[in-house]
Structure formats: C-alpha cells, structure tokens
C-alpha cells in the first residue's frame, strides 16, 4: 500500500505546479517517453513534465528514501535517537566543496568544477578527516561520533571563513540557497547517479538488517551472535556517508528527513530493521515529495528552499512521536 501510495504521490506531485496539467498529461507524458504507443502532449507540457517537473519529483524520492534509511541505520548503529545523516561531517564538508566552487571558482585542468562535483569531493573530504581522527578505534560509535563533530566543527568554520573573506552579494545569496536544501538543479543524470548510490547503499544496509537488530542489544549480543561489530559498523558508518555525500551533492543539506521519518515509522511498523528500512524508503521518499511540491507552489513565483519546510514540519513532528513513545503528558 505504501508503494502505491508512493506512485500515486509522483504522478500527482507531477502534476502541480505553476501551469497546473492533469494527471492523464502526465501518464500520457512518460508514456510516450518510453516508448509506448501514445500520441505525444504537445511541445510545451511535454517538457514541463519530463524535463522540469518529472527529475525534480524522482530526485525528491531519492533524497527522501536515502536520508531516511540512513538515519535508522545511524540510529541503530550508535544507540543515539538523535542520529542523522550528517553525523559524520559530510553535510559540513559538501557546504565547504560547494562554497568553495561557488565563490572561489576553482577549477580542474581546464574546465570549472560544478557544484555538485565540488560538494561531494567536500563531502569525501570530511569524512576521510572523520576515519583519520577516529584512528584505528573507527568502529567505536562514541569514537567516531565525536570525531564527527569535530569535523564539522572545522568545516564549517573554513565555509564561514571563505564566504566572509570572497563572497560577493549574489554569491552569498546562491551558497545561502544551497545550504538550505533545494532541489532546484534536479536533471535526469543526477536522477540516475543518485538511484545508482541510493539503490545499491539501501540494499547493503538491508542485507545487514539482521545486524542492526543484534546492536539494538549491544555490542556483546550482536558479536554472541557471530557478528564482528567494529567490521560491520566501519561499513555501515562508509555506506552512509557515501550516499549522504551524494544526496547532499546533489540537493544541498535537507535537515530532519533522516531525523524524524525513523521515528514515525519505528512507531508504524515496528522496530525489525527488514521490515523498517524499506519502509523508511518508501515513506521518506513520500514526505519529501510532498514537501518539496508545497515548497515549490505555495508562495509561487517564489520558492521556499525545501530544507526550511523540512524543518519547520520535522520540529513538531518530531516533538509529537516522541512524546507519544515516552507517554509526556
């Protein structure tokens, strides 16, 4: 039922917006696309859905599904219900590759770096720093969480650093923009990179389902039942912050997806990672949907950057699972 509610949500998501087109438009619009014998929209609509529209809502399913499976994964691995994505650095790393290209213009050879290459070259730099600080002890959780912050810390402060010293004012707009989470860049081959990344990091962490549950334990339980906790968590924590790095790349550092979708979901479906991690996928990628279309239409022309509606929506949410797990009045 999730699933299709999750079809059901991109046909939809597909269809509003500024010119608003009918569902039909839509199916009409891929189907043609892919080859199906349909007679073709005309030019126009035609490219609002598959060029504009289309990317942008796949690429918003992704971005909601990685965020959301690897914040449970974090979740498990540290014992931490504050656990995110970014808890490695790599959001801090991906805003310094990103103000970096943006404001300093750097380049390779003879051809700019885009944005997205600058920000997950960041991201890969920040948590190569978090495994170099964290040493030989990596797949400590307490290790490798503080070697995160201090990370971050550091990146975060060379951004600041570099927007301060070089950036202009329509710079300053451009990096503050990204920072927030937007989806705006969406195309068809960071669509295909970011499915690439997404499916096979979802699959690994999926086949470690098992694992995960044994950490809910601790660590004495999962290696009482055959598992090497430093080896399995040193991948974990990798996987993670590889499709982190990629999904922060591509759409900039969307907050509390990762946070507040395990949560809601845990208390859904129950807390066995095989049944919870696809259903992390399905209902982030539902969430973030959602959000990115109001984000997108309701103060039209203008467009609120996804990452503050995340956040605005994820605070409450967030504060209402947790009060009905603890049982606050």
């Known amino acids: 039922m999730?699933?299709?509610?999750?079809?059901?949500?991109?046909?939809?998501?597909?269809?509003?917006?500024?010119?608003?087109l009918p569902v039909g438009s839509v199916l009409r619009a891929v189907a043609s696309h892919v080859g199906l014998?349909?007679?073709?929209?005309?030019?126009?609509?035609?490219?609002?859905?598959?060029?504009?529209?289309?990317?942008?809502?796949?690429?918003?399913?992704?971005?909601?599904a990685g965020l959301a499976v690897c914040g449970a994964v974090l979740q498990a691995l540290t014992r931490n219900p504050l656990a995110d994505p970014f808890l490695l650095g790599v959001s801090s790393g991906a805003s310094t590759g990103a103000v970096a290209v943006l404001v300093l213009g750097i380049r390779i050879g003879a051809g700019p770096v885009d944005l997205t290459t600058g920000a997950f070259v960041g991201s890969m730099a920040a948590f190569g720093a978090v495994l170099l600080l964290a040493g030989r002890r990596a797949g400590e959780p307490t290790r490798i969480v503080l070697a995160g912050v201090a990370v971050s810390q550091l990146f975060s402060a060379v951004t600041s650093l570099i927007v301060i010293s070089d950036a202009h004012t329509q710079d300053t707009r451009s990096v503050t923009f990204w920072l927030l989470g937007s989806l705006t860049a969406a195309s068809w081959p960071s669509v295909a990179l970011s499915a690439v990344v997404v499916g096979v990091g979802v699959l690994v962490c999926w086949a470690s389902a098992t694992a995960l549950d044994a950490f809910a334990f601790g660590t004495d339980t999962a290696r009482s039942l055959g598992f090497s906790p430093g080896r399995t968590r040193l991948l974990l924590f990798t996987v993670t912050a590889l499709v982190a790095a990629a999904l922060v790349a591509a759409s900039g550092a969307i907050g509390f997806v990762g946070l507040t979708v395990p949560h809601?979901?845990?208390?859904?479906?129950?807390?066995?990672?095989?049944?919870?991690?696809?259903?992390?996928?399905v209902i982030g990628a539902i969430f973030l949907i959602w959000a990115d279309t109001v984000a997108r239409t309701v103060f039209s022309p203008q467009e609120l950057p996804v990452g503050v509606l995340t956040a605005l929506l994820g605070v409450p949410v967030f504060a209402l699972v947790m009060r009905r797990r603890t049982g606050t009045p």
Do not use: E, K, M, N
């Open 264 to 281: 809601a979901v845990r208390f859904l479906f129950g807390s066995r990672h095989r049944t919870l991690l696809p259903a992390c996928a």
């Open 2 to 20: 999730a699933t299709l509610l999750l079809l059901v949500t991109i046909a939809a998501a597909v269809s509003v917006g500024s010119a608003d």
């Open 37 to 64: 014998p349909v007679q073709p929209l005309p030019a126009l609509p035609d490219s609002i859905v598959w060029d504009l529209r289309l990317p942008r809502v796949l690429l918003a399913a992704l971005v909601g």
